[in-house]
């Protein structure tokens, strides 16, 4: 009795995990979307695309049906077809198609329902779901900027040569060089910064090595100028506290 149950056990197991080569994926035809250049949205297409298929190892050839008429035939896989929706009718069409195996079996995918629309719709959409995404992200970058400015990043915390991973920029109101903020909005030609020395909101391109060292002098130039003019203020106060005194003592 016990090797009876032994013997049926190892029956079990090896039914379990013999493979199974009757109906499995190979035998069904499947076919496939590619957008190459266009939109593409919840079903929605327009612009350009690639349909493809895929099925038994031994398909040799796939005929294309739209609204089940001839569409377009391929005998190379992946058998590739490109097409523009331009080229036909606006409004809803059905995609199928029909392969051929060496052996002369035909395979016939389901159906795949799209909806064709007008380019003039399909920017209509992108600009609805683009413009509002665009003017949420450029309001955040600016609210970011505007927060590392007030948190103290002005002339006062300035060091030069400083200029952290989004490279420095040269202030085109007073030449003066500052860092950029890496979160400051990216208007491809430049960054929207604000100058901690001028106050002057600019968009500025990545500055050069060379432009910055200009910069930097000119910034080291006027620091001298203007701690020798706080030095000549300070010496003509002197001079006039002296005057006043004088004054005051012959009185």
């Not at 499947?30 to 690639?50: A, E, K, M, N, P």
């Not at 389901?110 to 609805?128: D, I, K, M, P």
């Not at 391109?205 to 006027?222: G, H, I, K, M």
Request: glycine residues 10%; aromatic residues 10%; negative net charge.
């Amino acid at each position: 009795m016990r090797k009876v149950k032994i013997f049926l056990f190892f029956l079990l197991v090896a039914v379990l995990t013999v493979p199974a080569y009757g109906q499995d994926g190979d035998d069904r035809l499947t076919i496939h979307l590619r957008r190459d250049f266009g939109y593409r949205s919840v079903g929605r297409i327009q612009g350009r695309f690639t349909i493809s298929a895929d099925g038994p190892h031994d398909l040799e050839r796939v005929k294309y049906l739209l609204d089940g008429e001839f569409f377009a035939e391929v005998s190379e896989a992946p058998f590739k077809y490109s097409f523009s929706t331009s080229e036909y009718a606006v409004g809803a069409h059905t995609f199928s198609a029909v392969g051929t195996t060496a052996s002369g079996a035909e395979v016939i995918s389901e159906e795949v329902r799209l909806e064709f629309v007008s380019a003039e719709e399909s920017w209509q959409q992108v600009a609805n779901l683009a413009v509002p995404l665009m003017a949420g992200l450029v309001v955040l970058m600016v609210l970011g900027t505007l927060l590392l400015t007030l948190t103290g990043r002005r002339s006062g915390s300035f060091k030069l040569g400083n200029y952290g991973s989004a490279g420095g920029a040269v202030c085109p109101r007073c030449g003066f060089p500052y860092p950029r903020h890496f979160i400051s909005p990216n208007l491809l030609v430049g960054k929207l910064e604000m100058c901690p020395h001028c106050g002057k909101w600019a968009i500025v391109p990545r500055a050069s090595r060379t432009a910055l060292d200009e910069a930097e002098t000119r910034f080291r130039a006027d620091a001298e100028i203007g701690l020798l003019a706080q030095e000549s203020e300070g010496g003509d106060a002197q001079e006039q506290h002296k005057l006043d005194e004088t004054r005051y003592f012959d009185s």
